[in-house]
């Protein structure tokens, strides 16, 4: 499948998962949000339906990559933005800046994660072999994107979500 990034230019250049990706050949880079091309999966945060396998039939995946302390700088941008916009859910970060958070992936998770979703697993392994920790990121996330993998909507996923993170509640609490 093919992977954009549009870079927002606020990550540290040296830690850029994005920018590894895109130098490496496996992502293209898009300058202007307008040329976020049309029939792409967009992956924000700020929208309310979850990427799910019902979402195969899109020709590419685009990860917003901006900071998450200033996302909300574009959500304006974002939501009047024409594309297929869709949340990644609950999944826990491997990323050393992000280590063991829940939903704060990095854009290579990000990809990794859409990709593994909609049954791209191999494309998914190549993304995260890039990256020291990026066996790790497979590997804490297994169980929930098999089973969102398996899901038949939107609707499933969000459901699969909720049990994830009631038993991460639970478990934390004990």
Request: hydrophobic fraction near 40%; include cysteine.
């Amino acid at each position: 499948m093919k992977l954009y990034v549009y870079d927002a230019g606020q990550c540290d250049p040296k830690r850029c998962t994005a920018r590894k990706l895109a130098r490496a050949g496996l992502v293209e880079s898009v300058s202007a949000i307008r040329r976020i091309p049309y029939g792409t999966i967009l992956l924000v945060p700020l929208t309310d339906k979850a990427l799910s396998p019902s979402d195969k039939d899109a020709t590419s995946i685009t990860v917003f990559d901006s900071s998450w302390n200033k996302l909300s700088d574009f959500e304006s941008i974002i939501m009047r933005l024409k594309r297929k916009k869709r949340a990644l859910p609950y999944l826990i970060a491997s990323n050393p800046t992000n280590y063991g958070r829940p939903f704060v992936l990095s854009s290579a998770e990000a990809f990794a994660a859409a990709l593994f979703i909609l049954g791209e697993q191999e494309q998914s392994r190549a993304i995260m072999s890039r990256f020291k920790w990026g066996a790790e990121f497979l590997r804490l996330n297994e169980e929930m994107l098999r089973l969102y993998s398996r899901a038949k909507d939107s609707r499933e996923v969000v459901e699969l979500q909720s049990k994830f993170m009631n038993r991460s509640h639970n478990e934390h609490h004990e």
